[in-house]
């Protein structure tokens, strides 16, 4: 029985030791496509990361033409009517405002604020304004009690 026995065991442990080899096979191809699926998916990321070429060079076009524009905005050469007119500037000698004039001037931008805040105010109360109502704000309002039908 001591042979029957060890030809059972031995046939057992050889049955294990090929289902171990083929979890081992079976696990090894896994961790193959793990590998390549994490190297696919690297290089994916490093391709999407990169901004595309288009646009970086539309970018440095862009930046390169605004600073063309603000370089001939601020160098622009004075036409002639604009120096004719700073020559004309300097040889007349700036005269002084006189009393009314000023006086004019300041009373008339005071009118002009006042009347600019009072129609401003008087607009705001009318968009803002709450809808009248018949009961002061605070008035807790009165809800009818529902009636009950005694039962009989």
Not at 24 to 52: H, K, W
Not at 61 to 77: E, F, H, K, P, S
Not at 94 to 99: D, L, S, T, V
Request: proline share 7%.
């Amino acid at each position: 029985m001591s042979s029957a026995g060890d030809v059972s065991s031995a046939g057992r442990r050889e049955q294990l030791e090929q289902r171990a080899e083929a979890t081992r096979a079976r696990l090894g191809q896994r961790l193959e496509a793990l590998d390549e699926r994490r190297d696919r998916l690297g290089n994916v990321m490093r391709a999407v990361s990169e901004p595309p070429l288009s646009f970086v060079l539309l970018g440095a076009v862009g930046l390169l033409a605004t600073g063309l524009i603000v370089r001939a905005l601020t160098r622009r050469r004075p036409t002639f009517a604009d120096r004719l007119h700073s020559v004309i500037e300097l040889s007349q000698p700036a005269r002084p405002e006189g009393f009314w004039s000023s006086t004019f001037k300041r009373s008339a931008l005071s009118l002009l604020t006042t009347a600019a805040q009072r129609y401003g105010a008087q607009a705001l109360d009318r968009v803002l304004a709450e809808p009248s109502s018949s009961t002061p704000r605070d008035a807790v309002p009165v809800i009818p009690r529902p009636s009950v039908a005694s039962h009989q």
